[in-house]
């Protein structure tokens, strides 16, 4: 993952040190060197003009220029920042303590969001010893219904769904009655997606939002389709105050511009990823572990 990425930021990183004291001038082509390599990653102009203003001041700050050894402190400074673009700290679930918590799954379709919903209930129920129900308010396509049903049975997590005649907000409304009535703590609603953002869709999830207040609302975003991710997300984010992304895909993408990019022009955080197709494929988010992953 990142591969390209990671080297080209070792070698800036190798100019730099073993050579003791460090100059502005030394400093700057590093930063030449980390910016282009950013920037070939796809990661949004603006963010890596603001993140090498940031390394910047941290350096003058830190005074680097008077360390005997300041290739460290660069790299330190490097890292924390990566940290800070990626999210800081990791954003968790807003499990409500009393109540039922629930989880609303948007996202365009093809971007993995039924898969993300079986992979988060098999986490809850699995891991966390949540009572999870899956509720399939895709009614658009009985594909969806049937798809959910077969990673529920997968998953061993009951899928609520009244078929295709039902429209999706009395579906989720039913849902949530039948999770109060049978004890579960947990309802994730995989909703409908489309090609594109559009009018009717923003519309029927925000019904959906309104009548079950959901605790977080959750985007799947493809890390594949790169900066395209932040559009997206400022779309969705306008419309329904998106408290969380899961950003799939992630082993397909060689590039990283859009983990990169997103948080830092949306504000949302990541909460998951997905590396793979298969059940297990799906990891919470931390920006540490991922900035470490990123510098090799
Ligand atoms: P939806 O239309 O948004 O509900 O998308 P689906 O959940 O049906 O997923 C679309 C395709 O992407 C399926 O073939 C999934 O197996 C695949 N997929 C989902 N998440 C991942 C992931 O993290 N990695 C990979 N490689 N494929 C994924």
């Keep these: 993952m990142f591969d390209s990425l990671t080297k080209r930021l070792n070698r800036a990183f190798k100019n730099i040190s073993g050579k003791g004291k460090l100059t502005e001038k030394n400093m700057d082509e590093m930063l030449k060197e980390v910016r282009m390599s950013l920037l070939e990653a796809d990661v949004n102009y603006r963010v890596v003009k603001d993140f090498i203003e940031t390394i910047k001041e941290q350096a003058l700050g830190q005074k680097v220029y008077d360390a005997l050894d300041p290739a460290q402190m660069v790299l330190k400074i490097v890292r924390d920042e990566l940290t800070n673009l990626l999210g800081s700290t990791t954003a968790e679930i807003n ?104 009018e009717e869709l923003m519309k029927e999830l925000e019904k959906i939002k309104k009548a079950v207040k959901p605790s977080d609302i959750l985007l799947t975003v493809d890390a594949m389709t790169g900066q395209d991710i932040v559009n997206v997300a400022e779309s969705f984010n306008e419309k ?57």
Excluded: W
Excluded at 158 to 176: P, R
Excluded at 243 to 260: M, N, P, S
Excluded at 279 to 288: M, Q, W
């Design 95 to 198: 499990y409500k303590e009393d109540g039922i918590t629930t989880i609303m799954m948007v996202g365009l379709q093809g971007t993995g969001k039924t898969t993300a919903s079986a992979k988060i209930a098999n986490l809850m129920s699995k891991k966390q010893d949540r009572k999870v129900l899956l509720a399939a308010c895709d009614v658009i396509r009985p594909a969806a219904i049937e798809q959910l049903q077969t990673l529920g049975k997968q998953i061993d997590v009951e899928v609520y769904t009244e078929g295709v005649q039902v429209d999706a907000l009395t579906t989720a409304k039913n849902a949530l009655a039948y999770a109060k009535a049978n004890g579960y703590d947990t309802v994730l609603f995989d909703t409908a997606g489309r090609l594109h953002v559009d």
């Design 240 to 296: 329904l105050d998106v408290t969380g992304l899961v950003l799939t895909k992630l082993d397909g993408d060689a590039r990283g511009g859009g983990i990169l990019s997103v948080r830092a022009i949306t504000h949302v955080p990541v909460k998951f990823v997905g590396t793979g197709e298969k059940i297990e494929d799906l990891d919470v988010f931390h920006p540490d572990r991922m900035a470490e992953r990123i510098l090799g």
